[in-house]
């Protein structure tokens, strides 16, 4: 029986030809997006679960108000795990990390360096990081590989790229002028982490964070604790361990606190907090949109759930579009099935058959998706940042899932017609060559339709919004000019030179401005704990506030051309070492009516009194996803606080811009021997910023178009469908005199109207799905009316050229034609 219906369907696959390929290409479109997406969401699931004890780990996050500032972090102080671990038996242990900024990192052979590089990716640790943190050992014992001060672990590409096919093992790697020996080798760091490293070095041995070993204030450094097994999966347990943290805090961070002239009592009754959360850390990846962490790769759970229901879409898509240009062929399956059933076929027999042919289909579909996936995986890698291989079609029970979803898109996809076509009366159908619709029938092609239009209405508006946020977010004022602006880091290693290299390079021609600072936007910031002067003449002034700041000298906003709204920047003919210039968010903050001439205080650098000589406006050093806060600009002259990191930056006037990089890079060289050149444009480390959010735009941009695509197929097959069962109505007007305009009106006003009904349905849901997204961004956009506008008219114009193409066929047709079955 089976072979039976399996030579029926492929008769009558091979019959319609043009139908069967739109049928069987239409599922294979729809089933490969939807493989895709699972293949992206399955990627992005499976983050940090290959460690074996990633259901134990958890990262502790700190939750507090700080001066006004709200803050939730991934990052503790220093003394936070060892504390954590000696007052509370529900944590086994914990190690800590520590990012490094660049590094020189280079191999001496013979007395001479060789092979030298900026290095980005150290990362400090504690010595049990590795047997936590399991990751794969290609050489050494991850027990005793960071035991010593000096010890340095790589990765198997830095492997290669210092020592060649040579064992690196107890070789010797020069960080700056410290020298390091290679005590084990890392297989290369999945994908699916998201710690992203190629040295680790031991944090004892970085000075920085010995240094703040007393502070509960100085945040950054990254805990994680181990809890036993006993309420690692509790969630109630977990509650119940957080709610004694405040206690700990409170008994251990008295000293931190009263250091900094703000006794942690009185802190708390003024409205601060300082708390520890803990965080699953497998969740860090997906569920960290609120959470500043250190780590860059890092995705979003809202991405996931979106695309996830964009796949569910398609692929139902795919199904009605199926159904749709089945009932297209209707009147021709009518009669086969008017004649099976006078010749004693049953009903039951006749749905096996259809379902059979729906899963011939299917199958077909499914073998054509995994080729169309095979070519576009490369592809969609590539704009998607993942490294999926084809193999992983075929790993871990997937190649059971897409069994499954083949099978569940023939039985879905071949339902309606099978029940709709075997419905027919075979006395009806084989008498008057015509198939009478009933109400349900016509409700549910009209559904279908509905259906189709109102996802891809919804999924139109979702892509003018996200694109519109991108634009806004690329156009938006920073308050500074990004564009030609070349940032060099590692200037601390021109050491007293800095100044020298910085006047050089502004006789260059085609450099406007130059400046030297200890960080630039996107790169970082200092953020400390400061006390406003309290003035008679103003009202609610901030008892003390969170201030994030750079320091910098008096070229500074002339580079970034920076809007200065009042008072003076820093200058040569002043000394500006007790200087300080607030933006306008500080301003606000603190309440000063105006702020000229009135100081600020620094508790952690020894009641250091600076005076406010200017005001700029808020200008972006961070991304859009975070409100502009109140920040400072610092002389280097005040030396407030260290930073071991300093940058140059030249603002160019874009032209001969290779001749500019080669000079500075001559004049590097004669000042720096010894430290590579490397350098960006501020405006490219802006784009790359946001690299996540473009992806976002350009695969929702794809899936929208394919579902319109899907869906034209789907409307496609019912006009024609139409055009077939008033074949002799359309001959009898056409003879009685009707025009090709007014045929046409009549095949397609009332799909016209369907569409009109789903941009109904649509609207709401985008407007909700958006509003969700948007969330996400510090500034979103609104969502305007002529979005909603060009959507709906995109929808409707897609839908009038489709409709229109098969309805001009009809009409055009030769009315004796129509008319001689009569």
């Known amino acids: 029986m089976i072979r039976n219906y399996l030579k029926i369907a492929i008769r009558n696959l091979v019959n319609n030809k043009v139908l069967s390929f739109i049928n069987i290409a239409g599922l294979a479109v729809g089933m490969a997006v939807c493989l895709l997406i699972v293949l992206f969401i399955k990627d992005e699931l499976h983050f940090d679960t290959f460690f074996k004890k990633t259901p134990q780990i958890y990262q502790v996050n700190i939750d507090g108000n700080f001066g006004g500032s709200e803050l939730l972090g991934g990052y503790t102080p220093p003394p936070a795990g060892k504390t954590l671990m000696a007052e509370f038996p529900e944590i086994e242990t914990y190690t800590r990390t520590f990012q490094i900024m660049d590094l020189v990192v280079s191999h001496e052979q013979n007395g001479k360096k060789d092979h030298f590089f900026d290095e980005k990716n150290i990362m ?27 010890d340095v672990v790589i990765t198997e590409t830095m492997a290669k790229k210092y020592f060649g096919d040579s064992d690196p093992i107890n070789k010797v790697l020069l960080f700056g002028e410290r ?3 290679v005590t084990a080798v890392l297989k290369d760091i999945p994908s699916q982490s998201s710690m992203q490293f190629d040295f680790l070095v031991p944090i004892r041995s970085v000075q920085v964070v010995s240094y703040f070993d007393w502070s509960w204030v100085w945040l950054n450094v990254s805990t994680f604790v181990v809890l036993n097994d006993k309420i690692a999966q509790n969630p109630e347990r977990i509650r119940q ?30 409205g601060g907090k300082w708390e520890f959360i803990l965080q699953p850390f497998q969740d860090v ?8 962490v250190f780590y860059e790769n890092t995705g979003d759970i809202k991405q996931v759930y979106m695309f996830g229901i964009i796949a569910i879409f398609i692929i139902l898509l795919a199904c009605v579009n199926f159904m749709n240009l089945s009932t297209a062929r209707s009147l ?20 096996k058959q259809f379902l059979s042919e729906s899963l011939l289909y299917s199958f077909l579909a499914t073998v054509l998706a995994l080729v ?29 899932f897409i069994v499954l979803l083949m099978l569940t898109t023939g039985m879905l996809a071949g339902s309606y017609p099978a029940f709709y076509l075997t419905s027919f009366k075979p006395i009806e159908v084989l008498k008057t060559n015509s198939i009478k619709t009933n109400i349900a029938h016509l409700l549910v092609r009209n559904g279908l339709v509905v259906f189709q239009f109102a996802v891809s209405t919804a999924l139109i508006i979702c892509t003018i919004v996200v694109f519109q946020q991108l634009r806004f977010t690329q156009n938006k004022d920073l308050g500074l000019t990004k564009e030609n602006v070349i940032v060099i880091p590692n200037a601390q290693r021109l050491e007293q030179s800095q100044e020298a290299f910085r006047q050089e390079i502004a006789r260059i021609p085609d450099i406007i401005h130059t400046s030297i600072s200890t960080n630039v936007p996107l790169s970082g910031r200092f953020g400390d704990f400061y006390l406003p002067e309290q003035h008679t003449g103003d009202k609610q002034i901030a008892k003390d506030l969170t201030l994030f700041s750079f320091m910098t000298d008096d070229e500074f906003i002339k580079t970034l051309d920076i809007k200065l709204t009042k008072g003076r920047g820093f200058s040569k003919e002043f000394n500006d070492s007790t200087s300080v210039i607030l933006n306008e968010a500080a301003v606000k903050k603190i309440g000063w009516k105006d702020p000229i001439g009135k100081y600020i205080d620094y508790p952690g650098g020894d009641m250091q009194r600076f005076k406010v000589i200017g005001v700029v406006k808020d200008f972006d050093v961070q991304t859009v996803h975070n409100v502009k806060s109140p920040f400072a600009l610092f002389h280097h002259s005040s030396k407030t606080y260290q930073e071991s990191n300093s940058y140059v930056l030249a603002r160019i006037s874009g032209e001969n811009v290779d001749k500019v990089l080669t000079t500075i890079e ?27 959010e473009q992806r976002t735009g350009v695969v929702f941009g794809i899936f929208t178009g394919l579902a319109i695509l899907i869906a034209c197929l789907g409307l496609f097959g019912l006009i024609a469908y139409m055009a077939e069962t008033k074949t002799k109505e359309i001959g009898i007007r056409k003879v009685m005199g009707a025009s090709v305009s007014q045929i046409i009106m009549l095949l397609s006003k009332g799909f016209l109207k369907l569409v009109i009904v789903s941009f109904v ?3 709401p849901a985008a407007w909700w799905a958006m509003n969700q997204w948007l969330t996400g961004f510090a500034y979103p956009i609104d969502i305007s009316w002529w979005m909603y506008a060009m959507a709906g008219s995109m929808a409707l114009l897609i839908a009038i050229f489709t409709v229109s193409f098969q309805a001009v066929k009809a009409a055009l047709m030769n009315p004796v034609t129509s008319l001689k079955s009569e």
């Open 666 to 692: 001559k004049q590097w060289k004669s000042y720096a021997p010894g430290t590579p050149f490397t350098y960006t444009f501020l405006d490219e480390s802006f784009a790359k910023a946001y690299q996540r």
């Open 372 to 400: 169309i996936i095979s070519v576009s995986l490369p592809w969609f890698n590539q704009i998607s940042g993942k490294a999926i291989a084809f193999n992983a079609l075929f790993e871990g029970g997937f190649g059971l």
């Open 241 to 270: 361990l957080e709610a004694k943290f405040p206690a700990m805090i409170r008994k251990h961070a008295q000293y931190a606190f009263n250091r900094i002239g703000q006794p942690y009592d009185e802190f708390i009754k003024k």
């Open 285 to 292: 990846h997906l569920h960290s949109g609120k959470i500043s």
């Open 332 to 351: 021709k399956r009518a009669k086969e099935v008017g004649v099976r059933k006078t010749l004693g076929s049953f009903q039951s027999s006749l749905i």
């Open 124 to 150: 400090a640790v504690d010595s049990n990081f590795l047997e936590i943190f399991d990751f794969a050992l290609q050489k050494g014992n991850a027990a005793t590989c960071l035991q010593n001060t000096d």
């Open 179 to 181: 020298p390091r020996k």
């Open 761 to 763: 349905i649509a609207a």
